[in-house]
């Protein structure tokens, strides 16, 4: 009889407690959106953050959320992305496929002004009085931008300047964050004309640093028939709203800064 009453009690206390916690994990439930494991599940998985957000599932929570628009996944393809535009009940609004493009032609041809035997890496380099190279404003070489872009769509080249592949570029903007003297901008891929100089220099003082710096003459703004490029600052700058790419700039161009992707 002595027995029965410890196992009594402890029968209660359990069926109490099994009630409260039912009760618990009825109330206490964290309600998941059915449509995140669903968005999750079809992106590619490459956690690559190139969207802005927190790897894949970051990006489709803030895609759930409304933060981050369907397109700004760069890995995803085109079928992708109408699927996830699908399980959300919304129209897949377009971004123009753009690549990023270096603002430097410099490179090899522009000499070192002192003797850096520092860290490999730009970011260190330009630490140190902006680096070694005569201009200022170029492409210091250690390949940072190489090394940061996650779809090894940047090389070095021969001449000291990184290429961008640009049927692997993604524009996902790393390489224009990391490089610190902020020569690369993203361009829409149907405009291949840009200027290869980010040098605001006078245009005497540039001609002593650099064969194919932006010497600022304004041939360019002269010819463009459409007035989609303006030397502003010492640098010719173009506005691809306006720009039809006719390449006429190119033709008259006296350093040949500015080319044609
Ligand atoms: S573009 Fe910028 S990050 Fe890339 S190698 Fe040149 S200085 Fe370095
Ligand atoms: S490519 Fe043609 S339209 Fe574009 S900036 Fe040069 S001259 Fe103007």
Redesign the pocket.
Known sequence: MEILIPILTLGVLGLLFGVGLALASKKLAVHVDARLEKIHGLLPGSNCGACGGAGCFGFAESVLSGKLKIDACRVSSDETKKQIAEALGRKLQKIEKAVAVLHCAGGTKVKDRFLYSGIEDCVAANLVLGGQKECVWGCLGFGSCVRVCPFDAIKMSDTGLPVVDKDKCKACNKCVLICPKKLFTLVPVT?D?YVACSSHDLGKDTRLVCPVGCIACRK?EQ???????HVIDNLAI??YN?????????EVCPVKC?IRR
Do not use: E, N
């Open positions: 405009h004309v360019c010819v463009c028939p459409v007035d989609a490029i173009i506005d306006k720009c039809t790419s006719c390449g006429k700039c190119i500015i």
